[in-house]
Antibody
Framework: EVQLVESGGGLVQPGGSLRLSCAAS????????MNWVRQAPGKGLEWVSY????????YYADSVKGRFTISRDNAKNSLYLQIDSLRAEDTALYYC??????????WGQGTVVTVSS | QSVLTQPPSVSAAPGQKVTISCSGS????????VSWYQKLPGTAPKLLIY???QRPSGIPDRFSGSKSGTSATLGITGLQTGDEADYYC?????????????FGGGTKVTVL
């Protein structure tokens, strides 16, 4: 079964850090571009970051640039998001999503990040 | 405010048709493929349409996509109660600093 499973979310104080992980299974992870997308409570979908197969040309949303770092380990079939200098507005459900043919065709169930003192 | 503009809500009776518009610009919809997603509460987004008008396997042909210039449209025919959800368009947006993926603000579909 093709699957993405996120982990690493939690409650963190403003200014804190977290490392989110996304474990891929059922497909050749190294062949696909990957993204992180989040949804804040009561809000719409917001794209966060993109990483290609090789991990070279990376893109970030302006709202997270300089604070979030996306990476991948193709040998471990895993995608990561290091999130630093967390703010209240980063509170959201974070999804990893596989990109194929200019669409996000496989999504995980998400991991919740709550930023609060 | 989203780069892609969608109506906040649309509604219709069961069996009827709804269309959801997604308006952008030459830096996004005008030069990149559009995809559409269905978001039910408590579940992950689901890809309905990719490359403007292609349906993934398993998506019924009640769902259709089209694009003209800098606008795209999602159509849902034979509306069912299970179609009540939020729908989002998305595409790549080209900028001087690189590329950003953008989503529309979302449209809530209500089945009357």
């Amino acid at each position: 079964e093709v699957q993405l499973v996120e982990s690493g979310g939690g409650l963190v104080q403003p200014g804190g850090s977290l490392r989110l992980s996304c474990a891929a299974s059922g497909f050749a992870f190294s062949n696909f571009e990957m993204n992180w997308v989040r949804q804040a409570p009561g809000k719409g979908l917001e794209w966060v970051s993109y990483i290609p197969h090789s991990g070279d040309t990376i893109y970030y949303a302006d709202s997270v640039k300089g604070r979030f770092t996306i990476s991948r380990d193709n040998a471990k079939n895993s995608l990561y998001l290091q999130i630093d200098s967390l703010r209240a507005e980063d509170t959201a459900l974070y999804y990893c999503a596989r990109e194929f043919d200019d669409g996000f065709d496989i999504w995980g169930q998400g991991t919740v990040v709550t930023v609060s003192s | 405010q989203s780069v892609l503009t969608q109506p906040p809500s649309v509604s219709a009776a069961p069996g009827q048709k709804v269309t959801i518009s997604c308006s952008g610009s030459s830096s996004n919809i005008g030069n990149n493929y559009v995809s559409w997603y269905q978001k039910l509460p408590g579940t992950a987004p689901k890809l309905l349409i990719y490359k403007d008008n292609q349906r993934p396997s398993g998506i019924p042909d009640r769902f259709s996509g089209s694009k003209s210039g800098t606008s795209a449209t999602l159509g849902i025919t034979g509306l069912q109660t299970g179609d009540e959800a939020d729908y989002y368009c998305g595409t790549w947006d080209s900028r001087l600093s690189g590329f950003n993926w953008v989503f529309g603000g979302g449209t809530k579909v209500t089945v009357l």
